[in-house]
């Protein structure tokens, strides 16, 4: 019996990035993102100004993503979209659109949940060599959320731990800002510390009980240390840097792995999946490929374009949820906290 051909217009505006992907099926004909450059020069993502440009964006994104999807929208099954979590000035205009386009072309319309769509990015059909076997842990990593989620099944999922402040991207950020590099510092410093000392500055490790995170005192500690530091160097960050990147680095990445062993040991599943945008960092990467051999994990790491924040990840959960007659209504509306 031959498959239906299910196309699925995903669209993801949960904070700087608009984004609409086209699949047919598990499969990614276009996934096209608008990046935002305004908030560069405001050191982080100004909600305003995100939502105005979202606005601006949305209709030539959509148009691009039909266009070199090859596609008609005549031909589309359904619209998916992201429901939340997320900025509410953003979530209204994807949810406004998705919602508009659906009762034009008078097909379903699918909410989806941004952090689960991290995790299910897995399973877009060219995200990785394999799919993760449930159940599976998932590390999600991104600017807004650190969470330790049990994945039972595509749509059962349990958070085991998550940041009870900071998430990791803004530790990467925060701490990048502090040593007055740009905005999105996180990049750098993944790119300096790989030319630097892990062990050049030993931060201190929060001690948090359970599997939660807390990422704030080690900011603190980061700040303190470089203003004692530049009272006696004023040069001390700049001769420095590659050092000072590389042991902020290090000292995230041992907190990530040590609540992750500890979720390992407390649930005996030793295959992992990361996501979200932190899991593009190099030094994360690679710390879990090795972890496959030193502790007999099965690591599943999304291509990069499939780690930030992109519509076919929101994609590949409308496909699934349209094969489970999963549907959201037109009176649905967004949500800024949206817990899995």
């Not at 502790?295 to 499939?306: A, D, N, Q, S």
Request: glycine letters at 8%; aromatic letters at 8%.
């Amino acid at each position: 019996m031959q498959q239906e051909t299910i196309y699925i217009l995903a669209i993801e505006s949960s904070c700087d990035d608009t984004s609409a992907a086209v699949l047919r099926n598990g499969k990614v004909l276009s996934n096209i993102v608008a990046t935002q450059q305004i908030h560069e020069q405001y050191g982080g993502v100004v909600p305003e100004l995100a939502s105005r440009a979202h606005q601006q964006n949305i209709v030539p994104v959509v148009h691009q993503s039909l266009a070199s999807a090859n596609i008609d929208k005549k031909q589309l099954s359904a619209i998916a979209f992201t429901r939340g979590p997320g900025l509410m000035g953003s979530l209204l205009v994807g949810t406004s659109f998705a919602k508009s386009l659906s009762l034009g072309l008078d097909i379903p319309l699918i909410e989806v949940n941004h952090m689960q769509a991290h995790i299910l990015a897995h399973f877009i059909e060219d995200a990785e060599g394999t799919v993760p076997t449930f159940p599976f842990l998932a590390l999600t990593i991104s600017g807004g959320h650190t969470q330790i989620v049990q994945v039972n099944d595509y749509f059962d999922m349990r958070i085991l731990g998550e940041s009870l402040d900071d998430a990791v991207g803004e530790a990467f950020d925060k701490s990048a800002k502090i040593m007055g590099l740009p905005y999105p510092g996180g990049p750098l410093i993944d790119k300096y510390a790989q030319l630097g000392n892990p062990k050049a500055f030993p931060f201190p490790r929060p001690k948090v009980d359970g599997l939660n995170f807390s990422f704030s005192g080690l900011k603190t500690s980061i700040l303190y240390f470089l203003q004692k530091e530049v009272k006696s160097d004023p040069d001390f960050i700049t001769h420095n840097l590659n050092d000072i990147c590389a042991s902020i680095q290090h000292t995230i990445i041992a907190i990530l792995m040590d609540k992750l062993e500890q979720a390992v040991r407390q649930t005996g599943i030793k295959t992992i999946a990361i996501g979200g945008g932190v899991s593009a960092n190099s030094g994360i990467r690679k710390v879990l490929q090795q972890m496959e051999d030193k502790k007999g994990w099965k690591t599943h790491i999304p291509k990069f374009e499939y780690c930030t924040d992109n519509a076919a990840m929101i994609g590949i959960v409308g496909y699934l949820k349209y094969k489970n007659n999963d549907f959201s209504h037109q009176s649905i509306s967004a949500i800024a906290r949206y817990s899995i």
